[in-house]
């Protein structure tokens, strides 16, 4: 069964850092371009970074998240990560990672979904 699991949120401080993961079980994340998106309450969910397929690297961020956050990725763990630093109150949401066929920060072209990951910025 094809499945991914996130990990790593949780409640920091203003100006800290996290680390996501995103962990494929059952198929390579070699395979496919991965995103990440979150959503907070009351609005819709966006795509913050995504990071192409195979021996392609290509990276794309949100605006909002450039120069704070960096995708990369592990093959030998099938993991994909997504550091995060200088976090805002703004950057609070469930955070989710996806696997699709391309690197576009566009939800609907993403087919597999974990199950999210919360990530509180909060003093």
């Known amino acids: 069964q094809s499945q991914l699991v996130e990990s790593g949120g949780g409640p920091v401080q203003p100006g800290g850092s996290l680390r996501l993961s995103c962990t494929a079980s059952?198929?390579?994340?070699?395979?496919?371009?991965v995103g990440w998106f979150r959503q907070a309450p009351g609005k819709e969910r966006e795509g913050i970074s995504c990071?192409?397929?195979?021996?392609?690297?290509?990276?794309l961020f949100l605006d909002s998240v450039k120069g704070r956050f960096t995708i990369s990725r592990d093959n030998a763990k099938n993991t994909v990560y997504l550091e995060m630093n200088n976090l805002k109150p703004e950057d609070t949401a469930v955070y989710y990672c996806?696997?699709?066929?391309?690197?576009?920060?566009?939800?609907?072209?993403?087919?597999?979904w974990g199950q999210g990951t919360q990530v509180t910025v909060s003093s």
């Open positions: 996806a696997t699709g066929w391309g690197c576009i920060l566009n939800p609907d072209d993403y087919e597999t």
């Open positions: 990071i192409s397929y195979r021996d392609d690297d290509s990276t």
């Open positions: 059952g198929f390579e994340i070699f395979d496919y371009a």
